[in-house]
């Protein structure tokens, strides 16, 4: 008997209970841990860093009405008038690197453990929630390891152990935790466009002796990168993504490979840009931010960014899918207004080729260089 699936099969996003990236400090006071996590978030400014904690406040009224107050210098302060769940606390982390969270008051899926004696019923308390230390912090000279935690944890002496004032080392480890999450890339190549003013399939022109969907494709993988095509139609060839979100264009295949894989950058590579070579490739690799949504070619002398010369990092899915629900669906409007890493180059490099008195002009240019890839 088939078992009945109420739900779509979908890749699930890698997740913690909060978060993408996220470790859980329990073991001392509030006062301590938001110590820490303040002293080692100087030390780490490169990534995007959160804190979740709890309010300690008191005898809090009701809210009537949810607030969002701005600064200029980009400040927030929130009031709401609901409690937030886990999928919305996902969505509200879904931009930043790593997560801080107050043990004390919430679980995560990695801790840091303060031995701190005067803690010692608190830690017995939430036992159960060590289950994956990362590493122990010894608060004073006083500190020892419980009984119970060696009973339940016999290794946990053998575990990298820091004094809480040695900032420079808890920040290199929870540094080394971020970067070890840092997502591979996949590379998808656009094709199967309507080629409306070329008036033939811009994807199978030839200016390099073959498709230049090929020489696309060719152009990443010499550069390690495991890379597909994007294609309207469903088939059965294992390096091709079809689109799932219809009628989008390049959106949609953005948002079709984001949805085959979310886990994984995609550096997303148009077929009518035929001056884009292995240096250009390389230098986009080499500044690629994965802290930003994506990092994209802009020419010198353009005004915005190139989206289909991006590599669009998986925080850039959820801020698409957002884009979606209000009626847009345009990747270039999305890098515009996101948090992205700009990558100049000539102009001449990103020159879209879209009709055949173009593609005659490009084609004697690449033979005049004598050009091959």
Not at 88 to 104: E, P, S, T, Y
Not at 156 to 183: C, T
Request: charged letters at 25%; a negative charge.
């Amino acid at each position: 008997m088939t078992k009945h699936q109420k739900h779509t099969n979908l890749v699930k996003k890698n997740n913690g209970i909060h978060a993408t990236n996220e470790v859980a400090i329990l073991g001392s006071n509030c006062g301590n841990i938001s110590q820490l996590v303040h002293a080692v978030s100087e030390k780490i400014t490169e990534f995007k860093l959160a804190y979740f904690d709890a309010s300690h406040a008191k005898d809090v009224a009701e809210n009537r009405i949810s607030e969002f107050t701005f600064h200029h210098e980009g400040n927030l302060e929130v009031t709401t008038t609901g409690p937030v769940n886990k999928y919305q606390q996902r969505l509200d982390f879904a931009q930043h690197d790593f997560v801080f969270i107050n043990g004390n008051h919430y679980r995560g899926v990695q801790q840091a453990l303060i031995l701190d004696t005067a803690k010692e019923s608190s830690v017995l308390k939430r036992l159960e929630q060590l289950d994956n230390i990362q590493f122990v912090i010894r608060l004073n000279d006083e500190s020892q390891y419980f009984d119970f935690l060696v009973e339940k944890y016999p290794n946990i002496k053998e575990l990298p152990s820091y004094d809480f004032e040695d900032i420079d080392a808890i920040a290199n480890h929870f540094k080394s935790l971020i970067e070890k999450e840092i997502p591979g890339i996949k590379g998808l190549v656009l094709t199967g466009g309507k080629s409306t003013r070329m008036g033939t399939d811009k994807s199978e022109l030839h200016y390099y002796n073959k498709p230049q969907k090929n020489v696309a494709k060719q152009l990443l993988e010499n550069n390690g990168i495991t890379t597909y095509f994007s294609v309207q139609q469903s088939s059965d060839y294992d390096n091709e993504i079809h689109d799932t979100f219809l009628n989008l264009g390049p959106f949609g295949g953005i948002c079709s490979a984001f949805q085959q894989d979310p886990n994984s950058a995609w550096f997303v590579l148009a077929t009518d840009v035929p001056f884009v070579d292995n240096d250009l490739v390389i230098e986009l690799l080499s500044k690629r931010n994965p802290s930003k949504a994506a990092t994209a070619i802009k020419g010198k002398g353009k005004e915005f960014v190139e989206p289909l010369i991006t590599i669009y990092e998986p925080k850039a899915y959820p801020i698409l899918l957002q884009y979606l629900a209000q009626g847009y669906s345009c990747p270039r409007k999305m890098l515009i207004n996101s948090d992205v890493e700009i990558v100049e180059v000539d102009d001449a490099l990103i020159r879209n080729v879209n009709t055949p008195e173009e593609y005659e002009s490009a084609l004697n240019e690449i033979r005049e260089n004598t050009k091959i890839i």
